[in-house]
């Protein structure tokens, strides 16, 4: 039986900083813990791991960037590349970099994450359509639908064998997006259109579900169906602001589309 590290419960002890909102105490105890034992490969791998998802939390990207690069190296010469803790290493690696518009260095290390996934837990796992999700995004940021549309439909397929609402209103709101950027905007609100059913029914009262209805406003509003595009971005403002989140960029962003909306309207 392998005894258990000794600075395995102040890691612990940090990341439960992270967990209640005190990323700057995170920071602080991880680094501490850094110190302590410099010469302790696993320890500062996942020590510098942690720290890494706090500077996110602190929007210092770069910072964020910085150590889970120096994590992920630490990880590949203690586990190898392939083991679970150097792969989800590699994908909030993936997923800073693709803050930072660095996509071809995202795409890359999430495209090796995923092949890593599905070898050790086959094409069916969770884990991997959460892969195929953010590499999916990373190709929609760089203008390739077709293979981000690809990615979002494998992930899509995992979610509906595992009966995941939450997950599966994810994919179509996606996919939504991608009909939309295609110009195929029928297409796209009648997947918006399903996404908000699926949210309402999985999660009711909930910022994905008001998020759908801002995003199938905004479609509608593309369309010139100014009635129903009011009717859903008033619902997403309205469910924002049930949740304590009226002012949050989402809420200001539709409740701007909104008035543009009712503009529109009275002039036509």
Known sequence: MCATPPWL????????????????????????????????????????????????????????????????????ECKGSTSSLTLDVMQNLSFALQGLGRLEESIALADEAAQGLEAILGPDAPRLAECLLRLSSSWYRKGNFDRAEALMLRAQAIWEKADDKEKLGTCLNNLGRIYEERGQLAEGIALHRKALSVRENAQGTHEDTAFSHGNLGVALATAGVWNEAIEHLRAAVHMYEQLGKGSCAEAQGYRDNLELCLKAQAEN
Request: hydrophobic share 45%.
């Open 9 to 76: 419960s102040a890691l612990q002890a940090a990341k439960a900083l992270l967990a209640s909102g005190d990323a700057n105490g995170c920071a602080a105890a991880l680094t501490s813990l850094c110190s302590e034992y410099p010469k302790d490969t696993l320890c500062r791998a996942m020590a510098l791991e942690g720290l890494g998802r706090a500077y996110f939390s602190l929007q210092q990207p770069e910072k964020a960037v910085e150590v889970l690069a120096q994590s992920l190296s630490l990880l590949r």
